[in-house]
């Protein structure tokens, strides 16, 4: 049973480049949230993807995009990408109405230069 | 405004003997919190969680206290091993938004 996968592990981009990351959930799953997890910080939510739709956003600009395949796979875009978007960018599955229980994928680190 | 604060950024406890991290929250909101361990180069482990309406979940090593009217929640491991050593990561969840997430204590057992 694989979990969830994320690529890829490591991306160098300079600034107001844009950037795609790739999410698989875990077998079963139907909902996909994004993190970004900045160096000593916990993680914060981006926002939550269910049904191909954005179900929640967090308080992350419109720089921040992202879309959900029938499949149930996700992409998180980032354009203008500013050095203060260097984090780890984590994706987490569960199922729908049970977002209390999400499983973490190992998560794609960005460094912007 | 952190909704979720973990006061401790480390802990350092002795194998064998009990591990306890604290997390409290402002958000009444929350109707689950979470604990997570986070290895490094690694996406965070769920480890256990609690129902608000709760005060006590237990699974093997790891039980969850919830203090509501403290909005207050602790972690304990019992006996501490080595292989626990990692970040751990409270969060609380309220449906349909995000987990909203602590900075993390950083537990070392020593031995």
């Known amino acids: 049973d694989a979990g969830v996968t994320q690529s890829p592990t490591h991306l160098i981009k300079t600034r107001g480049q844009q950037v795609t990351l790739r999410c698989s959930p875990k077998s079963g799953h139907d909902t996909v949230s994004w993190y970004q997890q900045a160096l000593g910080q916990g993680p914060q939510f981006i926002f939550q993807y269910y049904e191909e739709e954005e179900r929640q956003r967090g308080n992350f600009p419109d720089r921040f995009s992202g879309h959900q395949f029938p499949n149930y796979s996700s992409e998180l875009n980032v354009n203008a990408l500013l050095l203060g978007d260097s984090a780890l960018y984590l994706c987490a599955s569960s199922l729908v109405d049970r977002e209390g229980t999400q499983y973490f994928g190992p998560g794609t680190r960005l460094l912007v230069l | 405004d952190q909704q979720v604060k973990q006061n401790s950024p480390s802990l350092s406890v002795q194998e064998g003997r009990i591990s306890i991290l604290n997390c409290d929250y402002t958000?009444?909101?929350?109707?689950?919190f979470l604990w997570y361990k986070k290895y490094p180069a690694e996406g965070p482990t769920f480890l256990i969680s609690i129902s608000s309406i709760k005060d006590k979940n237990e699974d093997g090593r790891f039980t969850v206290f919830l203090n509501k009217s403290a909005k207050h929640l602790s972690l304990h491991i019992v006996p501490s091993q080595p292989g626990d050593s990692a970040v751990y990561f409270c969060?609380?969840?309220?449906?349909?938004?995000?987990?909203?997430f602590g900075k993390g204590t950083h537990l070392i057992i020593q031995p």
């Open positions: 958000n009444s909101m929350f109707d689950y």
């Open positions: 969060a609380g969840s309220s449906r349909p938004d995000g987990l909203t």
